[in-house]
């Protein structure tokens, strides 16, 4: 039987939420390239003349979910910085701290996500609306 130590097994779970964190850059960008698709769905789909409402309301929400973004942006950076001295320094106090961060970007990062897929839903239903042939009265 082969039993790792207790030092290692946390340097390897160390490394794995930093690794984590690393990917969720990746999903900012992806979410970045959603929100641009988003803009160019609404610039090239106006509503009809005297119905923006919905247009506006649809730019207000993906311009929500880009501060959201860029939010999110600024602090999973930050949190790569405070973990990384725990890899290097396994004697280094950790406190509740630590998985509260860690946890907090996590669900704000799935709530966003969750944000963008119902966006992206109602939008597309929006936009077959506006392509459906209206019947004449």
Sequence with gaps: MNYSSPDSELEAELQEIYLQASHWLNDISFL?????????????????????????????????????????????PNFLSFVEPFIGDLKKPMDMDFLNRYNTLHLELISLFNSYRLTKSELFQYTESLMAPKNPA
């Design 32 to 76: 970045e390239t959603e929100t641009q698709f988003f803009r160019n769905v609404i610039d090239r789909y106006p509503s009809a003349p005297g119905a923006d409402m919905r247009s506006d309301e649809f730019k207000a929400k993906i311009e929500a979910q880009y501060q959201r973004l860029e939010s999110l942006k600024a602090k999973i």
